[in-house]
């Protein structure tokens, strides 16, 4: 039985103020991450991380009184969305190490647009030929964001792409996941996924831990805090708003992340970039009012 939502004006505008924290809490989170990576191995920056995710959320549930082993952690949707979560973790945080932020925010953007095309597919929603027209032109600007036939063309990239696929497959695993998991017990294992993905990318690396830097620890510890924040406040956002009123504030999350881009790690913005996110963004937009009418 799904959870009931309310309808009313205050609590959609609630519920978009939480989706707009929660979209500040993860871009801070990648750019904490991608400090991290700069010093620390990849594999070692998701066991940390991860490991603290699983510590906070553990103890977030055992304060409420929420017991972590429930049969329904082994279902199958459970199952397919720790695989998604270990897959687009890995390759996102790859993304954000190896390649510029702001582009890996940017192809991030595309998730509810590839989320709507699989919903169709796997879950036989109906999206007709508009909304099929859409999500073309989004993944169009996927495309001038990668530039692969450009001369600037970065290969590093293609792991945005991959994140973004693995995130997508996650959300729509979420949809039938069961409803009796508790945003706490979702967090503890969907953190315990990122362990999972460090330890094989360190297996598979080869590369030995070492003593983080002050930096680096810091980084860490400031990734681990926002990133259980933003995950908490999205799980809030979801479930005090209409899901087609606050799901459009996730865009928040690219004029922050390109903000963070720039500023932080001065990268620059050009026009095929800039040209490339605002097709996302309408794209992703346009199916979501459509989808609202239909």
């Known amino acids: 039985m799904a959870p009931v939502i ?34 620390v191995p990849i594999g070692q920056v998701l066991v940390i991380f991860g490991a603290g995710g699983v510590i906070l959320f553990a103890i977030t ?21 720790a695989c998604f979560e270990v897959f687009g973790r890995l390759f996102y945080v790859l993304a954000i190490a190896l390649s510029t932020l ?16 699989g919903a169709a597919v796997f879950f036989g929603e109906k999206v007709g030929m508009r909304r099929w027209s859409a999500i073309f032109v989004g993944l169009i600007g996927v495309m001038i964001v990668l530039r692969p036939t450009a001369s600037s063309f970065d290969v590093f990239s293609i792991f945005a792409v ?35 993905a460090g330890l ?10 070492i003593v983080p830097t002050y930096i680096a620890s810091g980084a860490l510890g400031g990734a681990i ?20 009123v606050v799901t459009p504030f996730r865009y928040s999350r690219l004029l922050v992340g390109l903000g ?31 989808g609202r009418r239909v």
């Open 200 to 209: 094989l990318y360190s297996l598979w690396e080869g590369t030995p831990f």
């Open 260 to 290: 963070f881009g720039v500023l932080v790690f001065n990268e620059t913005l050009d026009a095929a970039t800039l040209i490339g996110c605002g097709l996302i963004v309408a794209s992703g937009l346009y199916i979501l009012a459509r």
């Open 6 to 39: 309310k309808t009313d004006p205050r609590s959609n505008v609630i519920g978009a103020l939480w989706m707009v924290a929660a979209m500040i809490g993860f871009a801070i989170e990648d750019m904490f991450l991608k400090v991290a990576s700069q010093t």
């Open 61 to 81: 549930a055992r304060v409420r009184g929420e017991p972590l082993r429930n049969p329904q952690i082994l279902s199958r949707p459970m199952i397919v969305r």
């Open 225 to 244: 805090i926002w990133g259980v924040l933003a995950y908490s406040g999205l799980m809030r956002a979801m479930r005090v708003g209409e899901v087609s």
């Open 162 to 196: 991959l994140g973004m696929l693995g995130f997508a497959g996650r959300d729509l695993a979420t949809r039938a996941a069961p409803v009796s998991l508790t945003t706490s017990v979702l967090g503890v294992y969907g953190f315990l996924a990122i362990v999972v």
């Open 102 to 117: 702001s582009s890996a925010t940017a192809i991030l953007q595309a998730t509810p647009i590839v989320v709507v095309a």
